[in-house]
């Protein structure tokens, strides 16, 4: 019903930086916040940033100054703008979203399937 397609992901060397970007699809009701979360090997999954509908943010220390999220309302698509990368962000990015869909009381999560970014020294 609801899809997240993440782009945007690859190998970059350290200060480099990518932009990647998900975009939802389907019977969409009302997007509340989307966000990015990665998870590197051997570590728990982390949040990195997160936009709400009404333009709230919150990033992850690690990141804060370098990494900046944003969206595109009309399109349904949030992006992370990363900066001044390192080997520390080497992770796989996923897209996540609290939304509800048509014709649902409720919001759930919704989870993309991941895109790798790995920085090079």
């Known amino acids: 019903q609801v899809q997240l397609v993440e782009s945007g992901g690859g190998l970059v060397q350290s200060g480099g930086s990518l932009r990647l970007s998900c975009a939802a699809s389907?019977?969409?009701?009302?997007?509340?916040?989307m966000a990015w979360y990665r998870q590197a090997p051997g570590k728990a999954r982390e949040l990195v940033a997160r936009?709400?509908?009404?333009?709230?943010?919150n990033y992850a220390d690690s990141v804060k100054g370098r990494f900046t999220i944003s969206r595109d309302s009309a399109k349904n698509t949030v992006y992370l703008q990363m900066n001044s990368l390192n080997s520390e962000d080497t992770a796989v990015y996923s897209c996540?979203?609290?939304?509800?869909?048509?014709?649902?009381?409720?919001?759930?999560?919704?989870w993309g399937q991941g895109t790798q970014v790995t920085v090079s020294t």
């Open positions: 996540y979203a609290d939304l509800r869909i048509i014709g649902s009381l409720y919001s759930r999560a919704f």
């Open positions: 389907g019977s969409i009701g009302r997007i509340n916040a």
């Open positions: 936009l709400t509908t009404g333009g709230t943010t």
